[in-house]
């Protein structure tokens, strides 16, 4: 692992603090994809894991965004890659830009052109594409993707070792609505619960402002980012910032990401210079004149030379001349030439002149200059061609940075934010402000001197900040009408731009109900005032609207007589989500739209900062009333009561018809849902019938290495292995033969037999490896337990009849274990290794464990007892009649002189006998393989024991 990973993977740790998820016995996981059209990284956070990339099956970081269809079968990445050589119809990559797209789309052309094997067509009813594979099978780029993101899931499954169902997912800052709304649909096909949609370069920004929080202050600084990759490049100029945020009660200061402007262009990448070098190595191939036809007319060989330039292309960022050479290009031609960087760079001249457009347009949209760029940090594959980079260094002033994972921060960043989204994590939180990069308006007739007048209103303005809520009133509307939901004006883009965003059309709302709700409302003497349809543009960039509704005020002078606890409440709740009026808004929409329109409203982004400063007012406003009432007590008290004001609100129909592509619904759902169950069905049984396969294919092939070696062909009788090694034989035979194409339960149940006739075999084996060592240990048992008694006995403490019994017990349960241990040696010294086995070594193991817990019992007993009386004063005369025998130094065992004096027998806590004997013995610990005595220096003291051996054997067993 290189240094900048591990300090990348110590940080990550620091960051993230796991806590526990609470319902779930297996933790809690959560993934991020970051699906190119090029490429997918796959990353994820689960307990214990702060961060990581997860691998594909080749053990990769990246996997190529490909997905092929061959023979009934489909495969992903370097699979299909290989799929693309043979078949390039049947595989399928560069497909994320077709979402949410016609067929007239300009992207969709251009594709279509740069690719012209595929077979795409129209679906009228959708106004979107198809790509059909045969005269019956189509798929929708909706459900290609959707199997991409399925195999991503798949990787991060295996990575984290549990299921996962909830990512982030990342996507073009440039996408829009429908496109947004199509990847949604993806991710559901594919099982997959959307968190949030994050744009790419906020997903970088989080990332890289995540390892320098230390260097955010109070102070907004700006960064650009330059990202270009396989298909598309983007400029983000963003700013970090420490800002102030009140949320549930508590002021907290949270570094802040903010995006400020963006720039990109949707065809500028390095797929457009991998064509140019594809096209060049064709032609330089058809001026060989090798083959009477031109290679461009062959897909195969065009596959093959795309495959070669874009290798090339990648060789070329770092050297000045690289060979492209291809065996067997056309009719077994061989093709070789040399191919420099300044060639590549005059093809691609045109290209390179597009390099700053997106860094003006980000500096536009963001309304700042260069000189207040702090650093422009480059991102992508693409950004480490040198033209590029010379290109961006004419323009910009500032250094170029490299100091972030170019393939891997938005994988990263994305990650990060589905920790923070998850129920199962607490991350560092790290503030993300996302913008609006098309503005989008409402439109709708007015009727003014008997003409039709269009009246538009900004909803979202370019750059406005998201997520956020906002309401438009409409006013003098007795009937039912419509409005409008567009894109406003995009003239800060160019028009081959606008022009791939498609329909600049997103929907029409149709309102039923009113006249009969204002009926209602005049009847119980309530005044109109207008009716409010509210949108959320959510984390996701997504426009929904919320509902519409009319809302009516009427006076009351008592509350409680007009109005009930529920109605007041509502109100309430409602004032307090209501939000703030942006005043120069309502003056400019005063303007535009007279009486027939309201200003649009934007919510409050933090509702208990809103709610506290309201209560100030609320608290100065009745001071102020109590002062007037203390000035005026003479006045009556009828003037004193003010009306109330009840806020009636009436939900008003809306009915919403979506313009432009649609995603999908209804039948073709169905039907979309039910095609890839049943790939995902089949690649199932297709793995469960290859792993049968090859485990039946690999035990054969192990079972008749085996019985190649004298040790296993002398556990094995004659017979035995003559019916092994004809049964391998017959398999492998069948296997090769009519059984290729046998189901997995026809695999498992051979491989079942070969088990049934080889068990006793490999037992033999694994009983004959095994045995020495658990003999050895059963010695060593024997011999420390024989010790530990005899020095017990040498203690002459057998007077007393509680410690003679359980001697006799422990001597007892040695003598077992010894004849045991005799008979095992026996048996074994005259039978051949093919004889059946008859001590197994789990039952010596749990023989040797009888006799070391009642080792451990005597000692544990030993270290409380206390003789009687008689015992004790026979010892202690024995004792000073020896007592120049027994003294040996300071650490002999002191035994008192009189009963009178003590009358406990003192036994050292860390021995096993009698130090003060002649025959002093330290504590005893072997180990073996398996189990054995352990004289510990502490034991606790057994809680009950029975009387007799056998029955604490078998509760212990």
Avoid at 121 to 132: K, M, V
Avoid at 593 to 614: C, F, G, I, R, T
Wanted: proline share 3%; net charge negative; with cysteine.
């Amino acid at each position: 692992m290189k240094l900048s990973e591990l300090k990348m993977s110590i940080i990550w740790l620091l960051v993230i603090t796991i806590t526990t998820f609470i319902g779930s016995s297996n933790g809690v996981a959560v993934m991020s994809i970051d699906i190119g059209s090029e490429s997918m990284k796959v990353a994820i956070v689960s307990l214990g894991v702060p961060m990581e990339i997860a691998l594909n099956k080749e053990s990769k970081r990246k996997t190529p965004a490909i997905i092929a269809f061959r023979n009934g079968e489909r495969s992903f990445g370097e699979d299909a890659q290989v799929v693309a050589i043979r078949s390039p119809q049947n595989s399928f990559s560069y497909i994320l830009d077709l979402l949410g797209k016609s067929i007239n789309n300009p992207m969709v052309q251009l594709y279509m052109k740069r690719f012209p094997y595929y077979d795409i067509i129209s679906d009228d009813e959708r106004n979107t594409i198809a790509f059909r594979l045969d005269k019956n099978t189509t798929y929708t780029p909706e459900e290609l993707i959707a199997q991409i993101l399925h195999k991503g899931k798949e990787f991060a499954e295996n990575s984290a070792g549990q299921k996962i169902t909830e990512a982030v997912i990342t996507v073009p800052g440039y996408f829009n609505q429908i496109e947004r709304r199509s990847l949604m649909q993806a991710a559901d096909l594919a099982g997959i619960k959307v968190l949030q949609l994050i744009n790419d370069y906020t997903a970088i920004a989080l990332n890289y402002g995540i390892f320098r929080s230390k260097e955010i202050n109070d102070t907004a600084h700006y960064v650009m980012f330059y990202d270009m990759g396989a298909s598309s490049t983007t400029a983000t100029v963003v700013s970090y910032q420490n800002v102030k945020t009140k949320e549930k009660g508590f002021v907290e200061t949270n570094p802040h990401v903010t995006v400020l402007g963006v720039g990109y262009d949707r065809t500028l990448g390095g797929l457009e210079v991998q064509l140019r070098l594809q096209h060049h190595l064709a032609k330089e191939f058809d001026a060989l004149n090798k083959t009477s036809t031109s290679v461009f007319t062959n897909p195969r060989a065009m596959a093959k030379l795309f495959k070669e330039a874009g290798r090339v292309k990648n060789v070329l960022s770092a050297n000045t001349d690289h060979y492209a050479q291809i065996e067997g290009l056309v009719d077994e031609h061989d093709f070789k030439v040399q191919v420099s960087r300044e060639k590549v760079e005059q093809l691609c001249s045109d290209l390179f002149e597009r390099v700053a457009d997106p860094v003006k347009i980000a500096l536009k949209t963001s309304g700042l200059t260069l000189d207040v760029i702090s650093q422009v940090v480059l991102v992508g594959a693409g950004t480490r061609m040198p033209k590029i980079q010379e290109h961006l260094s004419q323009y910009l002033t500032v250094e170029l940075s490299k100091n972030i994972n170019m393939d891997e921060a938005a994988a990263l960043g994305a990650v990060y934010k589905a920790a923070e989204l998850s129920k199962g994590f607490k991350v560092k939180k790290f503030v993300t402000k996302d913008a609006v990069l098309f503005p989008i308006q409402i439109t709708f007739d007015r009727i003014v001197d008997n003409k039709v007048k269009l009246i538009k209103k900004s909803l979202f303005s370019k750059m406005n900040p998201y997520p956020q809520k906002k309401i438009i009133t409409f006013n003098k509307y007795a009937e039912n009408f419509q409005f409008h939901i567009n894109y406003a004006e995009l003239d800060y883009l160019p028009a081959n731009e606008v022009a791939a965003i498609g329909n600049l059309n997103i929907s029409t709302i149709t309102l039923t109900g009113v006249a009969e709700a204002l009926d209602k409302h005049t009847k119980d003497g309530a005044e109109s005032k207008g009716i409010k349809a509210h949108f959320a543009m959510d984390e996701s960039g997504i426009l929904n609207l919320v509902n519409v509704e009319l809302v009516s005020e009427k006076s009351s002078p008592t509350p409680d007589e007009e109005e009930g606890t529920f109605s007041i409440l509502g109100s309430t709740i409602s004032k307090l989500f209501a939000g703030s009026e942006d005043k120069d808004k309502e003056a400019k929409v005063v303007e535009n739209l007279k009486e027939d329109v309201k200003p649009v409203h934007e919510e409050s982004e933090y509702p208990e900062m809103q709610k506290e400063a309201d209560d100030k007012t609320k608290k100065k406003n009745e001071s102020t009333v109590t002062e007037d009432k203390v000035a005026n007590k003479t006045e009556k008290t009828e003037k004193e009561k003010k009306a109330t004001i009840v806020t009636i609100k009436e939900p008003i129909k809306a009915i919403e018809d979506k313009l432009g592509p649609q995603i999908l619904s209804g039948d073709k759902l169905t039907v979309s849902r039910e095609k890839l169950h049943q790939l995902d069905v089949y690649d199932f049984e297709k793995m469960k019938r290859e792993t049968a396969l090859n485990n039946l294919e690999t035990f054969i092939i192990d079972a008749q290495q085996r019985l190649e070696s004298e040790e296993y062909a002398a556990a094995a009788t004659a017979q035995e292995a003559e019916n092994i090694l004809k049964a391998c034989s017959e398999i492998s035979d069948w296997l090769y033969e009519d059984g290729f194409t046998a189901t997995a339960e026809v695999y498992e149940q051979k491989l079942s037999e070969l088990h049934k006739m080889t068990k006793d075999m490999y037992e033999r084996v694994y009983e004959h490896r095994e045995r020495p060592e658990v003999l050895k240990g059963m010695t060593s048992a024997l011999n420390a337990s024989k010790t530990l008694l005899n020095n017990m006995r040498n203690l002459s403490l057998t007077g007393d009849n509680y410690i003679q019994v359980k001697l006799d017990q422990l001597e007892k349960v040695i003598k077992e274990t010894q004849e045991y241990y005799d008979n095992v040696v026996k048996s074994f010294a005259g039978t051949s290794l093919h004889d059946p086995v008859k001590y197994k070594v789990r039952d010596i193991a749990n023989t040797m464990a009888v006799l070391d817990r009642e080792v451990k019992y005597v000692i544990n007993k030993l270290k409380v007892w206390t003789p009687n009386q008689e015992a004790t004063t026979n010892q202690t005369e024995s004792t000073n009649e020896n007592a120049t025998e027994t003294k040996e130094g300071p650490e002999s065992e002191t035994i008192p002189k009189s009963a009178s004096d003590s009358e406990t027998v003192k036994l050292p806590e860390e021995s096993t006998a009698d130090e003060s004997s002649t025959h002093t013995q330290k504590p005893v610990e072997l180990n073996t393989s398996e189990d054995s005595i352990v004289i510990p220096e502490n034991n606790e003291d057994r809680s009950s024991h029975k009387s007799t051996q056998e029955e604490e054997a078998h509760q212990e067993l």
